[in-house]
């Protein structure tokens, strides 16, 4: 209960009015909202008043309470003086003798839990109260009196709807203020390392033009404008929103905003966590299977095959279907476990353009944050293992770029398995390939690995490595061949 009090926030507005046949009551309005600025609407809340005489901290003369229900803008109408009666007669206040207080206690949920609202001073009151004093009777239903310091003076009655304000105690008629704009925030999505994706819908303005919203975010709860923000412009609806220049695995609040000239409406609070910087040398999940890695020099390699994707047979071809598809050697799945999927080139490329720069910058089949090496990153780490390895030609060149490449033993590759240190932990093995015409081959012999790079719209550039060389081959063959893949760190 506590809790739920501590949210109410009452704009209590003291709009005393004539009653034309009793005296013995005083109109009183209040717009019950919580600490959001929303109203609460339709609910039966609890009211106690209290008369107080020379002080705000003075004697009680009087004391009532009252149950109210907030209509659908959350305003209670009642009459002071009319309610159940606690202590003293109301009748019998004198108001031209003393000044007097209103002192207000509200339990927003109808019961006897009341709540300290605050404790005003009775500027204004009926003429109808101050006739039975002397004081002479108002002309219109409404008109009000209040003291000025001095004198009392009169105020004409409003207008059905208004609510009256008081500056530098002078009350004034006014319209019901702008409420704040009702917002709620999306979901996150898109979560990586540094950045993430969100938004909000504003479904309400309130009543006064949304002029900013954005979603807001911190590594506290409760963010809001002054913490880090987006900006996607006004108005109404459903907006989306970058986050980003975040902290790996950091724990975020994000919460959407609204803003008007009645202030800033916040959404619900939604918590994430951004993920966690990958080194090199972890082990990746992609697709439900992890990939150790190895860092080779200056890149950061997939230690095994690529293997994704659905099995189709041999005698068929890859389509750009918006489904990964994958050969296995001799049609057996238990082949593609061992040694990966078998790719044709413009599956493996993900149906996009040929590229030799250093990244590619050709993310193709690989995971998010990953690439497909260009046959100028094949050179790259060949080079770095066997500086006489020549990059210009398309035949076997250096001495022992393939054996440090190469799985050491013969549990796969064919005997002698020569040079194999796998002194780069690349551990290469002998895929075979699927020949252009729907066959298998050269399964524990060879491992063709693709490149990015096209040599002409048929071919494209490969490394090879061979159970009887020490040394890396690199040439071109059709791209409608399946080879194997391996990923490269972005």
Not at 301 to 309: A, H, Q, R, S, T
Not at 375 to 396: G, M
Request: glycine share 12%.
């Amino acid at each position: 209960m506590k809790n739920l009090i501590t949210l109410i926030f009452l704009l209590g507005l003291f709009i005393p009015a004539l009653w034309s046949q009793s005296p013995n009551g005083i109109n009183y309005q209040a717009i019950v909202r919580n600490t959001n600025g929303k109203a609460i609407v339709n609910r039966s809340v609890s009211l106690r008043f209290s008369i107080l005489q020379d002080a705000a901290a003075g004697t009680v003369v009087y004391k009532e309470t009252h149950i109210a229900a907030t209509n659908q803008f959350g305003l209670v109408n009642l009459a002071i003086g009319r309610g159940t009666v606690v202590t003293g007669i109301f009748s019998s206040i004198d108001w031209g003798d003393h000044p007097y207080f209103l002192k207000t206690e509200l339990d927003s949920t109808g019961g006897n839990n009341y709540m300290f609202m605050g404790t005003s001073q009775l500027l204004s009151v009926p003429y109808c109260l101050y006739s039975n004093n002397g004081v002479p009777t108002g002309q219109d239903q409404g008109d009000m009196l209040y003291w000025t310091g001095t004198k009392w003076t009169k105020v004409p009655a409003g207008e059905n709807g208004q609510i009256l304000t008081f500056a530098d105690g002078i009350p004034t008629w006014g319209q019901l203020p702008d409420q704040l704009p009702e917002v709620s925030t999306t979901p996150v999505t898109n979560i990586t390392v540094t950045t993430a994706t969100s938004g909000g819908t504003i479904a309400d303005d309130g009543g006064a033009d949304v002029t900013s919203r954005g979603v807001c975010w911190n590594t506290s709860p409760n963010p809001t404008t002054t913490n880090n923000k987006s900006a996607n412009g006004g108005g109404l609806g459903g907006f989306t929103s970058n986050l980003t220049g975040l902290t790996s695995n950091t724990s975020y609040y994000v919460r959407a905003y609204a803003t008007s000239a009645a202030g800033t409406g916040y959404g619900n609070e939604v918590n994430f966590l951004t993920l966690t910087a990958f080194v090199c040398g972890q082990t990746l999940i992609y697709d439900g299977k992890g990939y150790p890695t190895v860092q080779i020099g200056t890149q950061c390699w997939f230690k095994e095959n690529l293997n994704i994707g659905t099995r189709i047979n041999a005698v068929l071809a890859q389509t750009n279907n918006t489904v990964i598809e994958k050969y296995c050697y001799n049609d057996l799945v238990s082949n593609c476990d061992v040694y990966g999927g078998l790719y044709q080139w413009d599956e493996m490329m993900d149906y996009t353009l040929s590229s030799n720069a250093n990244p590619s910058g050709r993310q193709g089949i690989c995971p998010v944050g990953w690439h497909l090496p260009s046959d100028a990153e094949w050179c790259v780490v060949t080079t770095f293992l066997d500086p006489t390895v020549n990059c210009s030609i398309t035949t076997w060149s250096g001495t022992d770029a393939g054996g440090k490449l190469k799985e050491t033993g013969i549990s796969h590759w064919a005997t002698p398995n020569s040079g194999a240190t796998n002194a780069s932990s690349f551990t290469a093995v002998p895929a075979g390939y699927r020949t252009g015409n729907g066959t298998f081959t050269a399964i524990n012999n060879n491992n063709y690995m693709s490149s990015s790079t096209e040599v002409a719209a048929t071919t494209a550039y490969y490394r090879n490595l061979y159970y009887n060389y020490a040394s890396v081959s690199r040439g071109s063959n059709a791209k409608t061949s399946g080879y194997t893949v391996r990923c490269l760190k972005d």
